[in-house]
Structures are given as C-alpha cells and as structure tokens.
C-alpha cells in the first residue's frame, strides 16, 4: 500500500507511532477528501479492495490539539538533545583515538619495501577512515542540536504577539472566505435567471467543519494576546499614533506620514540610516508598516527633544 501512495506527490507517510499510514498535517483538521478519494482510486487500480470512511466530527478543541503540539515538540526537543549527545560522544572518541595513533606514530615515514610497510599503510587508512567518520558525528551532533534548538523555541516562535496577530489576520480573512461560501453564490439557472445556490453535500460539510475550527482558533489566539497584554506586551492600533510621530521598525525610527487602519505610511525603507524623517526621503515612493510589527513609539515633542541632544541621540539607537 505504501509503496502505491508515496510517489502520489501528496502527503501520504508511515506514522511509527501509530504503526500506520496518514496524512501529514490533517489532525484536528476537516478530511482531505481529495486526496482520500485520489488514494483509494489508485489502491483499487492496483488490485486492493478499499472503503472510504470519513468522520469530521471534532474530537479535540483547539486549546488541547495545541497543548499536544507543545508536549511532542519537547518530545522532539529531548529525543533530538539526546541524539546530538550521543553523535558528539563518538565524534569526539573516534577523533581522540586517531590522535593517539598519529602520537604513537610520532611521524614515522613509511619504509618503503620494509617488512612493515602493509602495517603502517593499513593502519593510516584505517585510521584516516575513522577520522572521516569522527567528522561525519561532530556534525551530526551538530546538526541534531540545531534540531533541539529549534525544537524548544517552537512554543516560543509560535506564541510570539507580532506572529499572533498575524495569524489572527490571516484566519480572519478565511473565516470571511468560508463564511461567503456558506452564503451561497449567484448563478444562472436553467430558465436563464439568477438565483442563489447554496453548498451542498460534502462541500457544505467541508465549509461546516472548517467554520467551527476557525472559530476555535480565533478564540484561542485572541485570548492569548489578551494575557500577553496583562502581562505588559504592548500592541500597537491606529488610536497610538498621529502623523508626525515616530515609529520604531527593524531597527530603524520612521516618521509616520500617514495614520491607515491596520498600517502606518513611512519615508522608503531603502533610505538607509537609523533616522529616516520625511525630508530624509530621497525616494519617490512611501512605505508601509503593519501595527504588529511596530516595536516602538515616540510622539513628535519627545523625538524633537532627543534630537536636539546629541548625548540622547544614542537613546534612539539603542
């Protein structure tokens, strides 16, 4: 079976966990029918008898899928911390061995025709092959404590604000989706006249179930930027800022030329320099920057008055 559905250039895998075979990515999530109905296509071409069963009942809030999230990648972060351990233990052991070989060596050449020449060759070579595979640990070693690395900062990345608010954004915008498409659409019936067409069947379903986890994610993501903010996290809005002010973004303080709904309007970013006002801009174009992404504020009076001063100056840099 596996052998049928792995090339199909979707995600079909081998959970060993589970001890059997899945989709990558679809927990918690509504079923992928098309892909469901593609594999069965192809099990039944290749001699296999095959039911489709589908349940998209929600198991799980949202709240628990995510704390799971969070307890296998410490999983990962642990096995991952474990096996760079390991990896290096030998990298380190196989390189000391070599060393000790080069040492008792001291340098002896080898003597060509000697009765010990196939010794001293055999015993380069291998020596040689163990310093490759002493190379080949440190930096899998290497390799998997990037992997713990990033393992333990997956909560951290995840739960960011700017990252949030984001995320919010971008569910936002597909719960409008989902929501026009449970709205129906306008089309032409038989007799030449518009009338509104409803989802059906397992589209209908489909939109159904993706409603509701939508819904779930949103609750969450909002509630956790609302104790994020009772934990002293500031998020930026359009009633912080007046044109005139000063935005801090990546690094660098922009004037803010103008105040839209979900950005702020700046000089070009290319400008170049710490300080970019708008007469410092040498482009012909402006630039926007989204609020979540603002990492700080300061209204025209404090800004003019730290500029004024240049042992303040490097406050702004900082």
Known sequence: VYEVLKGRGTSWRYFPSLRQIGLGQSRDKAAQTWKIN????????????????????????????????????????????????TATANGERMWSETSQVYEALNGQPILVGHHSERRHRNLLDKTHAKEGRAVDEIKRGRHWASRAAAAERYRATRENVPAT?????????????????????????????LRMVKPEGAY????????????????????????????????????????GDWAHFRGTWFEVLRVNAKSLTIPAMV???????????RMG??????????????????????????????????
């Open 38 to 85: 593609a594999a069965a296509e192809a099990l039944r071409a290749a001699g296999h008898e095959v039911t489709v069963e589908v349940d998209n009942g929600i198991t799980r809030t949202f709240a628990e899928a995510e704390a799971g999230r969070y307890d296998r990648a410490d999983d990962r972060a642990e096995r991952s911390a474990h096996r760079s351990e």
């Open 165 to 193: 608010l984001r995320r919010i954004e971008k569910l936002e915008a597909e719960e409008r989706g989902v929501k026009r498409g449970l709205d129906g659409r306008l089309d032409w019936d038989a007799d030449g006249k």
């Open 204 to 243: 209908l379903e489909r939109l159904t179930v993706r409603a509701e986890e939508i819904a779930g994610e949103l609750e969450y993501w909002r509630e956790h930027v609302v104790a994020r903010q009772a934990e002293g996290v500031k998020v930026w809005s359009r009633a912080d800022f007046a044109k």
């Open 271 to 281: 400008n170049g320099g710490r300080i970019v006002g708008k007469a410092d801009n």
């Open 285 to 318: 174009w402006t630039d926007t920057i989204p609020y979540h992404e603002v990492s700080g504020r300061k209204s025209a009076g404090e800004f003019a008055a730290i500029v004024a001063d240049p042992e303040r100056v490097m406050e702004l840099m900082a």
